[in-house]
């Protein structure tokens, strides 16, 4: 059974950083792309980046791009969100997910069906607050 666990939350001042981790059990995850979503308070469940854990490859919102960083290592079966210059709007739970599928399909699914698309494995969240 595959099960994926979030940490690293915390609360954050504006323009300080955190990494989330994201422990991926019960791969191989190799034909996987892995994703973060948030949650801001009152609103929906919003797509954050993806990376293919096969090659690497990443893709990202256009609210995150710049600031934050999706990497992987494969190791430790674990993906990570370093968020860097973080804002107020930053502020939601982060929840890690996991689709079989490539990214482009990842992606191009996610935009277009939002939060009616049902990703294959969620994570519980881990809360992020940044707050002066």
């Known amino acids: 059974q595959a099960q994926l666990v979030e940490s690293g939350g915390g609360l954050v001042q504006p323009g300080g950083s955190l990494t989330l981790s994201c422990v991926a059990a019960?791969?191989?995850?190799?034909?996987?792309?892995m994703g973060w979503f948030r949650q801001p308070p009152g609103q929906e469940r919003e797509f954050v980046a993806a990376?293919?854990?096969?090659?690497?490859?990443?893709y990202y919102s256009d609210s995150v791009k710049g600031r934050f960083t999706i990497s992987r290592d494969s190791a430790k079966n674990t993906v990570y969100l370093q968020m860097n210059n973080l804002k107020l709007e930053d502020t939601g739970v982060y929840y890690c997910?996991?689709?079989?599928?490539?990214?482009?399909?990842?992606?191009?699914?996610?935009?277009?069906?939002?939060?009616?698309?049902?990703?294959?494995?969620w994570g519980q969240g881990t809360q992020v607050t940044v707050s002066s």
């Open positions: 990376i293919a854990w096969s090659d690497g490859d990443t």
């Open positions: 997910n996991a689709d079989r599928s490539s990214l482009g399909m990842y992606v191009s699914t996610t935009l277009t069906l939002g939060a009616s698309y049902e990703h294959d494995y």
């Open positions: 019960g791969g191989p995850w190799s034909r996987y792309t």
